[in-house]
């Protein structure tokens, strides 16, 4: 049994692509994990594309305006899917990866806008979040805080391929925190 009121010494970094923002009628598409400690070194990590029906993929899409300025090329991503994992077998490859790097220590998950993530991962992965603690890392959260009472932001490019983007996560944590460091000199 997990440990609800142990002390976290990792974080799980999740990053997920989908049709849209909607975990009730999109997909996921794409995923990555990262494993981490509390300094960001990587212990594991895991990446896949999900395969999902074509017809379904380009109606959500269609129906999304972000789409439209997706920055790589979106028929070759969707193509790609077609030889993506079962997104039965991608929750449990994960669900594994959980099990052996957390065992009864609790996985919290870490990003940005990482709640809407977990929305997804709840609805389409439920095994999955039942391993993943109540609790959540979430960087758009400092960036508010940093942006709105310190005025300092950080410049991130829009790649929106999901472990490109974890690192730009975790680039974000440590672009606060450094900032957090100097202030305290």
């Not at 002390?7 to 999109?26: C, N, R, S, Y």
């Not at 899409?61 to 439209?68: A, D, R, S």
């Not at 979106?74 to 993506?84: E, N, T, V």
Request: proline content about 3%.
């Amino acid at each position: 049994m997990i440990n609800k009121k142990a002390i976290p010494t990792k974080l799980l970094w999740v990053d997920l692509e989908m049709t849209g923002l909607d975990a009730q009628k999109d997909v996921i598409l794409e995923v990555a994990v990262e494993i981490t400690d509390m300094n960001f070194k990587t212990l594991a990590s895991y990446e896949a594309c999900v395969r999902q029906d074509r017809d379904v993929v380009i109606d959500r899409m269609q129906k999304n305006i972000w789409w439209k300025d997706f920055p790589i090329n979106r028929d070759s991503f969707i193509d790609k899917l077609a030889d993506g994992k079962d997104p039965h077998d991608v929750e449990q490859e994960i669900i594994a990866l959980v099990e052996e790097h957390f065992e009864n220590e609790p996985a919290i998950l870490a990003g940005n806008s990482i709640h809407n993530d977990r929305n997804f991962i709840k609805q389409w992965w439920p095994a999955l979040d039942l391993k993943l603690h109540y609790r959540m890392l979430d960087v758009s959260s400092l960036k508010i805080l940093m942006q709105g009472k310190y005025g300092v932001d950080f410049e991130k490019k829009e790649v929106h391929r999901a472990f490109d983007d974890i690192q730009a996560s975790i680039a974000e944590l440590q672009h606060y925190l450094t900032w957090f460091g100097e202030q305290g000199q």
